[in-house]
């Protein structure tokens, strides 16, 4: 009998050890899976922190290319060693730099700021440079018609474009390198018509190739004191890529004291004029369409940039027309109708309108006018077209450039 219950007491000592034994590793692995889920937690947010971080470091690459295109940056790729830096700071704070650099503050809404630069100079802050050769002494640059396209001698200089994004503890840097490709019009002559154009007044045209830094007003000679001279924009002149005043595929017609120069001054009776404004940018007409982006019925309070005008339109100082009434623009205009342009109306860009044109007073255009007609093309009083592909390159480039990005990485 005793030897039973000391038999009965062992067994239920073995239970209890071994219910404790189980407890403990129940235990175990209840902790363990707690802190797995913990640190799966702790993980996903870093994760999550790292891709918004990234992110970050996107917007600021979008606002590096912004400020190129609107040739914010100030680099010339004459120097190798040319160095913009964009701070999370507002204008009047932006950091002292060297006499390669440049400082800026950065576009973003006050108030709305991302986290992908730094307030003072750091290694945070957004950088844009240009690649170089090995030395440090040449840009490099694109050319897609070479073999070996990154060379030092042609195309387009290559930007490398550094943002470090944050978000929270999360920390992405990236590095992009790109290229601004411009747009290349292809240019008959400062003026091309497909209708007669009529040239009266004081107007002038004037197919020299001038540069994209030449005044308002220059070859004005409606407000200069010797109409139908044009001598005096000659020293805005590039000396290269001249075209004829005006080309048209009708008869020229001068009346008054209206000047043409170019080489030559103008041509008529010409053949294979535009199928559309896509043959002016060698696009395609879907690819222009999809770029030019959807019509308005009315010209915008403010002509900078890219715009389809569906109809009519009417920009210059007279109070009873319908559109801008003065003031400057600058980009490209296509007007799907007729297009009258008056006193006080200044465009830098390039000008393409499917009906006639009227361009009166002192209108004046640093760039190209395309015009496709239906009767014919007026050019009267003082005003003034002057040819440069600069003008119409960086126009274009500033309100609708392209970026080609040649290649991305993340930085440790």
């Not at 924009?233 to 170019?262: K, V």
């Not at 007409?285 to 010209?299: C, D, E, K, R, Y």
Request: glycine share 12%; net charge negative; aromatic share 6%.
């Amino acid at each position: 009998m005793k030897d039973s219950l000391r038999l009965s007491r062992d067994e239920k000592g073995v239970a209890l050890a071994i219910s404790l034994l189980v407890l403990l590793v129940l235990t175990v692995l209840g902790i363990m899976m707690m802190t797995s889920a913990n640190l799966d937690r702790r993980a996903v947010g870093y994760n999550v922190r790292g891709a918004q971080a990234l992110n970050v470091a996107e917007a600021g690459v979008s606002e590096a290319m912004s400020r190129i295109r609107n040739d914010d940056v100030n680099m010339s790729a004459a120097n190798p060693r040319s160095v913009a830096q964009i701070f999370a700071c507002q204008q009047g704070s932006v950091p002292t730099l060297g006499s390669d650099s440049t400082g800026l503050a950065t576009s973003q809404p006050i108030g709305n700021w991302l986290d992908y630069s730094t307030a003072s100079r750091s290694d945070r802050a957004l950088t844009v440079k240009f690649k170089t050769n090995s030395a440090g002494t040449a840009v490099m640059r694109y050319d897609p018609s070479l073999s070996e396209p990154v060379n030092t001698s042609t195309g387009y200089p290559i930007y490398v474009i550094t943002s470090t994004g944050m978000q929270g503890t999360g920390r992405r840097s990236i590095q992009v390198e790109v290229i601004q490709k411009p747009f290349n019009a292809l240019a008959r002559a400062a003026l091309a018509a497909n209708q007669d154009i009529r040239f009266i007044g004081t107007a002038a045209v004037c197919g020299y190739n001038h540069s994209a830094s030449t005044h308002e007003n220059d070859g004005d000679n409606g407000r200069g004191t010797m109409p139908g001279d044009l001598s005096h924009c000659i020293d805005d002149e590039t000396g290269s890529g001249n075209l004829p005043g005006s080309w048209t595929t009708g008869a020229t017609t001068n009346g008054g004291s209206a000047t043409q120069a170019g080489t030559p001054a103008n041509v008529s009776n010409q053949t294979g004029f535009y199928s559309g404004p896509w043959d002016a940018l060698g696009m395609t007409q879907a690819n222009f369409l999809s770029w030019i982006g959807a019509p308005v019925s009315t010209a915008p309070a403010n002509l900078n940039g890219i715009y389809y005008i569906d109809g009519d339109a009417v920009v210059g100082n007279q109070s009873t027309n319908i559109g801008i009434h003065g003031g400057d623009g600058e980009g490209m205009l296509y007007v799907d109708g007729d297009l009258t342009a008056n006193a006080t109306f200044s465009y830098r860009g390039l000008l393409y309108v499917e009906g006639d044109l009227n361009l009166n007073g002192t209108a004046w255009i640093l760039g190209g006018v395309i015009v496709k007609g239906r009767s014919q093309v007026r050019h009267n009083g003082g005003a003034t077209i002057l040819y440069s592909s600069d003008a119409i390159s960086q126009a274009l480039a500033r309100y609708g450039g392209q970026f080609v990005t040649l290649s991305w990485r993340e930085l440790p």
